[in-house]
Nanobody
């Protein structure tokens, strides 16, 4: 069973940057596709970004393309989400997901989630 812990969230002004980390333990994630999702109160959790087990293939929702970058360090069993040019609408709790499926560029999450980290972007 894999455990995921997100960190790096916080309060930032619009136009600023944050780097989220998702540290995995319990087993290696080197063969897992990994994804980031976000959720705001009253709304469903939405997909943000994903990458394949090798990191060679990356996928983003249109709202973050060109601003967010997903990456991974399999030696550290960690996945990152670099968020630049942040906007107030990026405010959400961000969740990491391990071991989902990528089908036709869509990431289908597994049941393995972290506890989330809050990102707040002020205008």
């Amino acid at each position: 069973q894999v455990q995921l812990v997100e960190s790096g969230g916080g309060l930032v002004q619009a136009g600023g940057s944050l780097r989220l980390s998702c540290a995995a333990s319990g087993r290696s994630i080197m063969w897992d596709a990994m994804g980031w999702f976000r959720q705001t109160p009253g709304k469903e959790r939405e997909f943000v970004a994903a990458n394949s087990w090798s990191g060679a293939n990356t996928y983003y929702t249109d709202a973050v393309k060109g601003r967010f970058t997903i990456s991974r360090d399999n030696a550290k069993n960690t996945v990152y989400l670099e968020m630049d040019k942040l906007k107030p609408e990026d405010t959400a709790v961000y969740y990491c997901n391990a071991g989902g499926s990528i089908v036709s560029s869509d990431y289908y999450p597994s049941q393995h989630w972290g506890q989330g980290t809050q990102v707040t972007v002020s205008s």
